[in-house]
């Protein structure tokens, strides 16, 4: 049995945007190209820590971490989540949260995604929902024993390369969104194990936006 280690964000981008990307990474070990959204998010990703850095934050108790009314605001970038799963082998899904706050005994994943070329989001994507799903479940999995809360959501904050907020969306990890994940990650693993053969989108167009296009031999016609 293989012991599989998947970057959430990898499998957010296989389910919501092209089961291909999972082919060409883990069955064919293909490398994507690092697109200018990527370096821009990086950049941004660096601006918002730093930011944070400059906050004052008292430190809080066991005990404190165990209330649900007692409101939170962890370090950026200071929570590493994991969901482990057998299904033929074993699949580590691993991820970095960008921001954690627990509001009213709510707890809330904060995504920072960043616009380029002005082309602000009108909905929620299913890759982003999926990456998010998969983090309110490693947050679950991960800390559920150490930090109470009464409930768990996230918000995904798009900004521009100079930190402008563009747009936001909240959601709810509740019930069926955990069935809609387990699904899914059903899904990746059977694709990962060749038990299920990938589908494909036919839309050129995402094929033109993917940072796997220069070595990809599944392109969608008219690419
Ligand atoms: S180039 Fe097209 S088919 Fe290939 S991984 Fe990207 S979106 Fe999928």
Known sequence: MEHVKV???????AIGYCQF????????GLKPAETMRMVAGRRLHQALEEEDQLVEREEVTAEQLLDPNFDLDLVRESMKVAVVRENGNVFEYVGRTDHVLRRAGRLIIVDDKTVT????????????????????????HTYSAAIAFNAIGFTVVHRSPANEILKQF??????????????????FEGVYNKAVTPSHHNNPNKCRACRYLPVCSFKAPGT
């Not at 990307?21 to 064919?28: C, E, F, I, P």
């Open 21 to 28: 990307t999972l082919v060409n990474k883990y069955h064919l």
């Open 170 to 187: 909240n959601g709810v990890y509740d019930d069926t969104l955990r069935a809609f994940l387990q699904q899914n990650f059903q899904l």
């Open 117 to 140: 070329g002005n082309r602000v989001p009108s909905q929620l994507y299913l890759d982003r929902l999926v990456q998010l799903a998969a983090y309110c479940e490693g947050f679950v």
């Open 7 to 13: 970057n959430i964000s990898d499998f957010a981008s």
